[in-house]
C-alpha cells in the first residue's frame, strides 16, 4: 500500500515537473523572434498625417518623415516593413492588442503610456502649437481658450492639453479636417505638432493663422507592446546607428529642412 502510494506521487511529481519545464520553453517569446522569423514587421500609422505619414499626391504611396523612418529601421532589423493604415483614435489599441508590432506616427513620450508600452528612444523632437481662423482675435494664447470649441482627436496630447485648458472637444478623426473647420469656423481652433501645422500652412490654401507660443516640447518615440526587451533593444541600436551615419538627419531635412530629432 505504501509502495504504491509512493508511486503515484512520484507520477504526479514527474508530471508537475514536466509541465512546468515546457512552460519556460514557451513563454517569454520575444516578438522580434517572431518578427525575424515571419520576415517582417507590422506597423501602424495614420496615412493622413503630413508630412509625417500621407499618400504621395502622384503615386498614392504612403510616405512621409515617420514611415521612412520607420522603414530605415526595420531594414536594419534585417525585414520588411508591413504598414497598417488605422486612425489614431484605434492605433494604440491595435498595438496593445498586438494587432501590429509598433506604431510609427509621431507617439509622444508619456508617462501613462509607459504604463502600458515600451518605447524606444526619441526621433523627433517639437512643440505644440495653436491654429484659429485667420480673423479670430479671440484665441492669442493658450489662456484664452477656456470655453472654446476645439478640433481634436481626443486621446491625443494636443485633445489632453486643450481639455486641461478648459476647452470643449469636438472629436475629430485627423489633424486636416479639424483644420478645414477651424478655416470655416465650425470650431474655434485645433492644437498639434508645430511641424504639421507649418506643412499644412505651406501646401493648403487655407485662412488660418498660429498664435501664442509654440508650447510643450514632446517627444515621440516608437512604441511596442511590453515585455519584448529584444525587439526595443534592435530598434534602439537602429536608430543609434541611423544618428551616427547621419540617416535620420538626412530624412528629417527632407521634409523638415532642419534636423528635427535634436529639437
Known sequence: MKKWLLGIVMSFS???TGCGGQGEKTTGTDLYD?????????IGTEGTYKPFSYHDEKTNELTGYDVEVAKEVAKRLGVQAKFQEIPW???LTSLQTKKINLAANQVGIKPERK???????????SFAQIVVAQDNNSIKAIADVKGKKAGQTPTSNYG??????????????DMMTAMRDVAAKRIDFSMND????AEMMKTNKLPLKTVGEPMERAESAFPIPKGNPKLLEAVNKAIDEMKKDGTLEKISKKYFGEDVSKG
Not at 517572431?34 to 514587421?41: L, M, N, R
Not at 470643449?168 to 478623426?173: F, L, V, W
Open 14 to 16: 514527474m508530471v508537475v
Open 34 to 42: 517572431t518578427i525575424k522569423k515571419q520576415g517582417f514587421i507590422t
Open 89 to 91: 483614435d484605434g492605433m
Open 115 to 125: 504604463e502600458k508600452f515600451d518605447f524606444s528612444q526619441a526621433y523627433t523632437v
Open 194 to 197: 508645430r511641424l504639421a501645422i
Open 160 to 173: 489632453k492639453m486643450a481639455t486641461d485648458a478648459g476647452a470643449e472637444i469636438k472629436a475629430y478623426e
